[in-house]
């Protein structure tokens, strides 16, 4: 009797260092990251949304859309109207061809007389 209790309880022990083991080690994944791109501030041109070299939309003068991507997606905008990638900025001083996706944002599409056609992005 003896024996066996002690052999449930080792059983037991083991099972729950298995299943706690097991839990420790999984990663969880997200759903995603949502961006919002809109095309309707002004700037009169279609644009073509890309992630990681990958269309994931068209957009239309003065519609947007809203799409889901995976952390640390490479995004970039494409100008179908003048075949020309558009410089993406943050902050208004620092210009690049591509943003890396860390957390949900939006893209808005922009043509001013300084920066001519240009995103803004706003976090």
Same mark, same amino acid.
């Given at each position: 009797?003896?024996?066996?209790i002690r052999?449930?309880?080792? !059983?037991?022990?083991? *099972?729950l260092?298995? !299943?706690?083991?097991?839990?420790?080690?999984? *990663?969880?994944?997200?759903?995603g990251?949502s961006?919002?791109?809109?095309?309707?501030?002004?700037?009169?041109?279609?644009?073509? !949304?890309?992630a990681?070299?990958?269309?994931?939309?068209?957009?239309?003068?003065g519609? =947007?859309?809203l799409? *889901?991507v995976?952390?640390?997606?490479?995004?970039?905008?494409?100008?179908?109207?003048?075949?020309q990638?558009?410089?993406?900025?943050e902050?208004?001083?620092?210009?690049f061809p591509?943003?890396?996706?860390?957390?949900?944002?939006? =893209?808005?599409?922009?043509y001013?007389? =300084?920066?001519?056609?240009?995103?803004q992005?706003?976090p």
């Amino acid at each position: 009797m003896k024996r066996s209790i002690r052999a449930i309880i080792l !059983v037991s022990m083991f *099972t729950l260092l298995a !299943v706690m083991f097991s839990a420790l080690s999984c *990663t969880v994944t997200s759903g995603g990251i949502s961006i919002s791109v809109y095309n309707n501030q002004g700037a009169g041109i279609v644009v073509k !949304v890309y992630a990681d070299d990958v269309e994931i939309a068209d957009i239309s003068n003065g519609s =947007f859309a809203l799409r *889901t991507v995976d952390f640390n997606t490479i995004l970039k905008i494409y100008s179908s109207t003048y075949s020309q990638w558009l410089a993406i900025t943050e902050d208004g001083s620092s210009w690049f061809p591509s943003y890396p996706v860390t957390q949900p944002v939006s =893209f808005y599409v922009k043509y001013n007389i =300084f920066d001519l056609w240009h995103v803004q992005v706003m976090p």
